[in-house]
């Protein structure tokens, strides 16, 4: 069997056009896999910076108990705000699962500030029924009684709302970090100068 110059390069054309097909294949399924990537990332960033968002608002809100803790009268609204903006962080809380899983470190420290705010709108809603409760007493005598009484709850609800929002706080600074771990900026100290 005698090999023509024609079959040669009729081999060669196939050969080469076969080449082309597999790198042309191989970019494209690497460009789709970055555009992925960046997608998803994107994504991410989007999840996390609602997050930050939420827990501004919520040390906002904390903060403004901690403020008002000594005068129960003035509580209500604070108390309110920070509920709100507690349930606004469960929520966020439940799309960070879902982009996360449960067991990741940026979840494990979310739910912390989660918990946190909830023991402190708790202890303050405590504080704003206990001080009802005083008020509803017609006779000086049980009254002063009840007031003791409730001066000790009062000063059990404010230790536990200090307690919480330190664990709030540091439990955020947590978060940001693993955040910032995961999505922030890879820039070389002579860039952010």
Do not use: Y
Not at 61 to 88: F, H, V
């Amino acid at each position: 069997m005698s090999v023509s110059a024609g079959n040669v390069v009729a081999v060669i054309a196939a050969g080469a056009a076969i080449v082309a097909v597999v790198v042309g294949w191989i970019q494209t399924n690497k460009t789709l896999t970055q555009n992925r990537e960046l997608a998803d990332l994107d994504a991410v960033r989007s999840v996390l910076d609602e997050a930050v968002v939420q827990l501004l608002d919520t040390s906002t809100q904390i903060t403004r108990i901690q403020n008002l803790k000594e005068r129960p009268d003035s509580l209500m609204p604070a108390w309110e705000a920070a509920d709100l903006a507690g349930k606004r962080i469960s929520v966020e809380l439940e799309r960070l699962k879902v982009r996360f899983g449960v067991g990741h470190p940026i979840v494990k420290s979310f739910a912390g500030t989660v918990a946190a705010c909830s023991e402190v709108t708790r202890a303050t809603n405590k504080m704003i029924e206990w001080k009802e409760m005083g008020l509803d007493l017609r006779n000086k005598e049980e009254r002063a009684a009840r007031s003791a009484e409730l001066a000790v709850w009062r000063k059990e609800g404010i230790e536990v709302i200090e307690q919480e929002a330190e664990r709030f706080e540091t439990e955020r600074r947590r978060f940001l970090g693993a955040a910032h771990a995961l999505t922030g900026a890879k820039l070389k100290a002579s860039e952010i100068s």
